[in-house]
């Protein structure tokens, strides 16, 4: 039964990964959890990664929790996480499964985009400044080699009446997925917009680059004319 279970959570990342958008509204249907949210965590390039391999750092964060719960007098237990860790039903799902539980326990990439510029119809390689658009009406997030480029494309769809669900940058020092009305900007003098998570890493991007730094609004703002001037 326990490896029952694992292989139907192995299959249930699987489809995730195939098509995100989809399950992303079919989680928002059932839990009330908005799809965008949903997408931002275990979409493409999402802050996690439904890694279910026992790797080390697990094994370690359980172990100082133990330690931590005894610091704290909550507990005066002896525990050795390695009595109670077995990766033998994992490992034995992934097995079924026909996957590599091995490459998989050594793999720490997030669940990869394999997408083209929707612009350009290229393919995106450089990830950290990608940006991405999910419109209301549409069933599949719209891809951007950057942020600059989406938010050109987005203004000559809100101007004729379409409005975005969500639209995600990523912070440009750590690749951490982001809702664009909540980052930072750097615009360089050609108009190019660079996200960030903190506004110090924009202040000192910009210095660097003799750039400005402006929110969410500013950055939409005249991204159309910066596009086309290149």
């Known amino acids: ?8 959570a192995i299959e249930a990342n699987r489809l995730i990964a195939q098509d995100p958008e989809k399950y992303s509204l079919l989680i928002q249907k059932t ?3 908005e799809a965008p949210v949903d997408y931002l965590y275990h979409g493409p390039l999402g802050l996690q990664t439904r890694d279910l391999t026992w790797k080390p750092e697990y094994r370690q964060a359980t172990a100082t929790a133990i330690e931590t719960l ?6 005066d237990v002896d525990l050795d996480v ?9 490992r034995q799902a992934f097995k079924e499964s026909g996957l590599d539980y091995d490459a998989a326990l050594k793999n720490y990439a997030k669940q990869p ?3 083209n510029d929707a ?6 390689r450089d990830f950290n400044d990608v940006a991405q658009v999910w419109l209301d009406n549409e069933a599949k997030v719209r891809n951007y080699a950057s942020a600059d480029e989406a938010f050109a494309a987005l203004g000559k769809i809100e101007q004729s009446g379409g409005k975005a669900r969500a639209v ?9 997925k982001l809702f664009a ?6 615009k360089d003098a050609h108009g190019a917009i660079t996200a960030f998570l903190l506004k110090a890493g924009a202040d000192q991007y910009a210095q660097q680059l003799s750039g400005a730094v402006v929110d969410y609004a500013a950055a939409k703002t005249g991204a159309a004319q910066a596009v086309a001037s290149r």
């Not at 039964?1 to 139907?8: D, G, I, N, P, S």
């Not at 390695?82 to 039903?89: A, G, S």
């Not at 612009?119 to 995106?124: A, D, N, S, Y």
């Not at 009305?181 to 750097?186: D, L, P, S």
């Open 119 to 124: 612009v350009t119809g290229k393919p995106i």
């Open 168 to 176: 995600f940058v990523h912070d440009h020092p750590s690749g951490l």
């Open 82 to 90: 390695n009595t109670f860790i077995d990766d033998r039903y994992i």
């Open 181 to 186: 009305n909540q980052a930072w900007y750097v």
């Open 31 to 33: 839990t009330g959890i």
């Open 113 to 115: 985009l394999v997408a």
């Open 1 to 8: 039964m326990v490896v029952a279970y694992l292989r139907a």
């Open 70 to 75: 005894k610091l704290l007098k909550k507990t």
